[in-house]
């Protein structure tokens, strides 16, 4: 059974830094696409970052750009998520999830499997 599961999160003041990580169970995590989301209360889900399954290629959105850096271990099997410059609209509950080498949608909610998430809060 896979699982993903989630840690880091906490409570950190404006400006301040956190790194998630997310160990999976996967067998051949190096074949799977990582990527992370996070839902904020009364919101929707929504696409943070992702990296391909060898680490070559990454992807962020853009409220997160330049201040977050998605990178895996793949002896590990760990996928991470530093967050710099954080903000008080970063609040929300982060989200690990993993997609097969043949998934293309990196950046949609289809990926195959999910963690239980971390609970991340930005004080102002």
């Known amino acids: 059974q896979v699982q993903l599961v989630e840690s880091g999160g906490g409570l950190v003041q404006a400006g301040g830094s956190l790194r998630l990580s997310c160990a999976a169970s996967?067998?051949?995590?190096?074949?799977?696409?990582m990527g992370w989301f996070r839902q904020g209360t009364g919101k929707e889900r929504e696409f943070v970052a992702a990296?391909?399954?060898?680490?070559?290629?990454?992807y962020y959105a853009d409220s997160v750009r330049g201040r977050s850096t998605i990178s895996r271990d793949n002896v590990k099997n760990t996928v991470y998520l530093q967050m710099n410059s954080l903000k008080a609209e970063d609040t929300a509950v982060y989200y690990c999830?993993?997609?097969?080498?043949?998934?293309?949608?990196?950046?949609?909610?289809?990926?195959?499997?999910w963690g239980q998430g971390t609970q991340v809060t930005v004080s102002s």
């Open positions: 996967l067998r051949t995590f190096d074949s799977y696409h």
């Open positions: 990296i391909t399954w060898s680490g070559g290629t990454t």
């Open positions: 999830a993993a997609a097969p080498r043949s998934f293309y949608y990196l950046t949609t909610e289809r990926y195959d499997y």
